[in-house]
């Protein structure tokens, strides 16, 4: 596999404007096995992606990303010039090898950890879902067949910035106002944070911005933008820019309309993220459903506040749902709770849902979300944590390793490894044990892609909250069913015409599928 010619290596183009390779993982790739980071490392990335906080002293920025030989220069971030992207022509299904219902079972308990297939795939709610194609032909396998609940965790910021930037379209259609991903912003949640719904909001001068940036977002020291909060919530899967976005967009409510505009039926997003444990002082904060605060917007044509909303309950008391019990115990502030914890008020998505709001995102198709600004979440969704240092964006570089948003990665990575025109745009979901992603995964030059999303529950003694879970097991079920079902799709013939391989006999093409009976 490291053989590959370096010719194909050096052919970098970004046919997404700029869209980062898989230059990081394919390097760890080449040179034998997949980034594999330190237990200690791996422990604080884990409690990294379940709190979205950093870890353990200041940002650490990295060194500036070289350009690989042969990419197009661009200015990264805020200067960045995209381009209108759509699948090309090509990107079909049939240039795939097909895999059917069965042949996806087998692969799916192949890539499940020993002990998952002992105890069975229901008991670790092992769910994965494969659309194979960008056009008209796509088509969809998924295994199991039914969909047993599974705690979305981050995945759920996908449709939180896709409903900000629908706002973002709204109040420039509504108001005429010049607001960009640029306009510097300022959220006033203290009346939500603090319960007092009838307090005021004044519009917000240089010292209120300073002090609520300061207790609402300690993490940045510049001005908020939605672009950067994007940025942040991409690859740093950061709790706090989540919950800003949420605000921004106006809640749950919102969340809700951009749901049903993309056809999201049994999606649902109704309570923010909690916030890093290690920030002194932070208080809990409220489900979406309750109030969203006032915004300011620092336009270019004036500065001006939306009034807090407070939309109509998601739910009536005729509504309540039917209890959703998970685990034997869980963990509260008050100690352990000898009774399963309930999540039939939390949020929820299939994975198939999850499915087709990337693809719209990949295709530029999201209803009510301006071309530009879809463009830019494209773009983020493809960033890794070492392109954080020429996004500006901050990072503690000792807790976000190069794999760390992209848990696909290492195993594609395997099997393409001779090509540094792989992408990967997505987004991982980690907490309570349930361990999520969602990906597409496409070679730029030929357009030839496919989205693949699992989730596994790794909780093996009953009790949620207590952060004792099996998220190694989780991580390697994701790495390994990447490889097993990329490696299933390309074809050795595909490989060679790409320029991935200089000899069919160097390439290892089938699955070795071990499955040892129940």
């Known amino acids: 596999m490291a053989s590959s010619s370096s010719s194909s290596q050096s052919r970098v183009l970004s046919a997404v404007a700029g869209c980062p390779p898989l230059h990081g993982f394919l390097k760890a790739a080449l040179v034998g096995a997949p980034h594999a980071p330190s237990s200690s490392s791996a422990n604080l990335a884990n409690n990294a992606r379940n709190q ?13 990303c070289p350009n690989p030989a042969g990419s197009p220069k ?95 379209a709204s109040l420039r259609k509504k108001l005429g106002a010049d607001v960009t991903l640029d306009t510097p912003i300022v959220v006033h949640p203290h009346a939500l944070r603090v319960g007092d719904r009838g307090a005021k909001h004044d519009v917000a001068d240089e010292d209120a911005m300073r002090r609520t940036r300061a207790q609402y977002l300690p993490w940045t020291r510049r001005r908020l933008t939605v672009r950067l909060l994007i940025q942040r919530v ?44 290690r920030v002194e002082g932070e208080p809990t904060v409220s489900n979406a459903d309750e109030h969203a605060p006032a915004v300011t917007y620092y336009a270019s044509t004036g500065a001006f ?52 709001l990337l693809r719209l995102v990949c295709a530029g198709k999201v209803p009510g979300v301006d071309t530009h600004d879809l463009q830019v979440l494209v773009h983020a969704l493809a960033c890794a ?34 090509s540094s025109d792989v992408q990967l745009h997505g987004k991982l979901g980690q907490a309570y044990g349930f361990t999520l992603e969602n990906s597409r995964i496409a070679h730029i030059l030929t357009g030839r892609a496919y989205y693949l999303a699992a989730g596994i529950y790794t909780n093996e003694n009953g009790v949620l909250n207590d952060d004792a879970y099996e998220y190694d097991e989780a991580e390697a079920f994701l790495d390994n069913l990447a490889e097993f079902v990329t490696r299933a799709l390309w074809t050795v013939e595909t490989k060679c015409v790409l320029g991935l391989a200089d000899d069919l006999a160097s390439l290892r093409v089938d699955v070795v599928l071990d499955v040892p009976a129940p």
């Open 52 to 64: 979205g906080g950093d870890v353990g002293g200041q940002p650490v920025e990295p060194p500036s």
């Open 234 to 277: 991409a690859i740093h899967s950061d709790n706090r820019a989540n919950n800003v976005l949420m605000d921004l967009a106006g809640g749950a409510h919102a969340l809700a309309d951009a749901a049903r505009s993309c056809k999201l039926d049994e999606t649902r997003v109704v309570h923010r993220l909690s916030p890093s444990a």
């Open 385 to 418: 944590p070492q392109d954080a240092s020429r996004l500006n964006v901050p990072l503690n570089r000792r807790v976000y390793f190069d794999d760390w948003n992209k848990l696909f990665a290492p195993g594609v990575a395997r099997v393409l490894a001779g």
């Open 305 to 356: 506040t939306t009034p807090p909303v407070s939309p109509p309950p998601v739910r009536g008391v005729s509504e309540e749902p039917q209890p959703l019990l998970i685990g034997s115990a869980h963990v509260t502030s008050e100690g352990l709770v000898e009774q399963p914890m309930d999540f039939a008020k939390r949020n929820h998505s299939p994975l198939s849902e999850m499915q087709q």
């Open 74 to 168: 661009t200015s990264m971030g805020g200067e960045t010039e995209l381009k209108a992207y759509s699948p090309k022509q090509d990107a079909s299904s049939k240039h795939f090898t097909q895999i059917d219902v069965a042949r996806f079972e087998e692969i799916v308990l192949a890539a499940c950890p020993p002990r998952v297939r002992e105890n069975g795939v229901n008991d670790c709610r092992v769910q994965a879902s494969l659309v194979v194609g960008d056009g008209d032909d796509a088509y969809v396998v998924t295994f199991p067949t039914d969909s047993p609940y599974l705690y979305p965790a981050s995945t759920t910021k996908l449709l939180t910035c896709v409903a900000a930037l629908r706002r973002l």
